[in-house]
């Protein structure tokens, strides 16, 4: 796969699924790796198995509902490492319900932290690699994000926002060397998707043409992808990774 030696990436929502694998797939190409999220055990768990395939990896703490840990993120990142290279905005929550009973509360919080705080760590990055002239900036979007979902309104628009302005953020750093894109999975084995009833997993899997979930590794391999010094000349794209649920 792609040489990431050199390179210092940051990977939010590190605790486990999409997110470790993701870390440790970067730390496995070469990269040092900082790992984001909330819980100190999950992400303990996570360096380990980074340590365990020989890459090197720090971890910070970080509440994404809260702004002000959101905005010392970033600059935290780059004390422990000088410089970060490859951002991952992976971290994000779902809040679901039919759309007429959603409160506004559960609206904000999920836009809070997958959108709001996705941006406040783009702003952040973007300042920093522009003046270094190079950057590599994933945002993990999803597959509800381009077709909807129902009983999840929010969510749907926490990630259609997040295509939308990593675009925007695209154009503003392509003359500096820097690339913005996305990743938008589809259904994967995770956790979250295992604890679903079976009536529910069955439903979902007929609607894969590929006739199975994707793994959490197949997101990290295009990630790997994206991060690395060969995608130069890719920004402002979407890469779909759902086993054909949606050709877009």
Not at 114 to 138: Q, V
Not at 145 to 160: D, E
Request: charged content about 20%.
């Amino acid at each position: 796969m792609f040489s990431l030696k050199g390179f210092n990436a940051l990977v939010t929502g590190a605790s486990g699924g999409i997110g470790r694998s993701i870390a440790v797939t970067l730390a496995k190409q070469g990269a040092t790796v900082v790992i984001s999220g909330t819980r100190a055990d999950a992400l303990q768990a996570t360096a380990d198995e980074i340590k365990n395939n020989g890459g090197l990896s720090h971890s910070l703490i970080c509440n994404l509902s809260d702004a002000q840990s959101v905005e010392e993120l970033f600059p935290n990142a780059e004390a422990l490492c000088e410089k970060i290279d490859i951002v991952v905005n992976n971290a994000g929550i779902t809040r679901d319900g039919l759309a007429v009973r959603m409160k506004d509360d559960d609206w904000q919080t999920v836009i809070d932290v997958n959108l709001t705080a996705s941006f406040r760590i783009c702003r952040a990055a973007l300042k920093a690699m522009m003046r270094r002239r190079y950057g590599r900036i994933i945002n993990i979007s999803s597959i509800v994000g381009v077709t909807g979902n129902m009983g999840q309104a929010n969510y749907c628009a926490s990630k259609a926002g997040i295509i939308g302005m990593s675009k925007a953020f695209a154009l503003e750093g392509a003359a500096r060397g820097i690339t913005v894109n996305c990743v938008a999975p589809g259904f994967i084995e995770t956790p979250m998707t295992h604890d679903l009833p079976e009536i529910v997993r069955d439903k979902m899997l007929a609607n894969i043409p590929a006739g199975a979930y994707g793994k959490p590794d197949d997101i990290a391999s295009a990630i790997a992808f994206l991060a690395s010094a060969e995608s130069g000349y890719m920004t402002g794209q979407t890469l779909h990774v759902n086993g054909g649920m949606a050709m877009i």
